[in-house]
């Protein structure tokens, strides 16, 4: 992979720059129940949602795990209580292998930095500060309940991103769908839950952005 010839790396948030995915699937189940059973199964079909946004993903999880049409107020109050307790699961994740170190060699390129998330923006910036990310990108979009094709999409349209000069890195098949949508090549970043093992079109998948790094830029410094 030649980086001279990339622009723009954006970055998926949760499983590429932050080791927050299971932590944010005890947040999710918490958020809809206090049954132990209840929340293993919410768990187990959370961790098969990423790159999905955080309304589809309580409205697939109400409708395979409760099994019933949400009440009135009910989506909202899930929405709420995981924004609760999602917040303090990405605060206190750990950082992904070679996260800030990847960042920062990236930069030293001249390669605009994009964090592009299904998080919300507010909740996205402090997580971000709070993990001292933010010197290190130059750009956050945040997400809501909408698809990540549409927040990538939004991204290339308004600051006129070639999107074959763009990278966009991400760990499940909702933020490979999105780059497929946007013609952007993908790196598909995997720590073993293997989404990707039936896909193909992409470059790796690599266990880390510290993985990849070392195969794109074996010249430099490994991070």
Request: aromatic share 8%; charged share 25%; net charge negative.
């Amino acid at each position: 992979m030649d980086l001279t010839k990339i622009d723009v790396c954006i970055f998926d948030v949760n499983g590429v720059l932050i080791d927050s995915n299971r932590a944010n699937a005890h947040a999710m189940a918490q958020s809809f129940t206090d049954d132990s059973l209840l929340q293993q199964r919410i768990v187990s079909l959370y961790l098969q949602l990423t790159g999905i946004n955080r309304g589809a993903k309580i409205r697939i999880i109400q409708d395979r795990v409760i099994g019933r049409s949400f009440e009135e107020g009910e989506f909202e109050l899930r929405w709420e209580r995981f924004k609760s307790l999602g917040r303090l699961s990405m605060i206190q994740a750990p950082l992904t292998e070679g996260c800030k170190e990847v960042l920062a060699a990236i930069g030293k390129h001249k390669i605009t930095r994009v964090a592009l998330s299904n998080t919300p923006l507010a909740e996205l910036q402090e997580t971000l500060s709070t993990h001292q990310l933010k010197p290190l990108l130059d750009l956050i979009r945040g997400g809501g309940d909408w698809p990540k094709s549409g927040s990538l999409l939004r991204l290339l349209r308004e600051f006129q991103f070639a999107p074959g000069c763009c990278l966009f890195f991400g760990d499940g098949k909702g933020d490979l769908a999105a780059a497929r949508e946007a013609a952007v090549p993908f790196v598909a970043i995997d720590s073993g839950a293997g989404q990707f093992d039936t896909e193909e079109g992409f470059a790796g998948p690599y266990q880390s952005l510290a993985h990849w790094y070392r195969e794109a830029a074996p010249s430099d410094s490994t991070p």
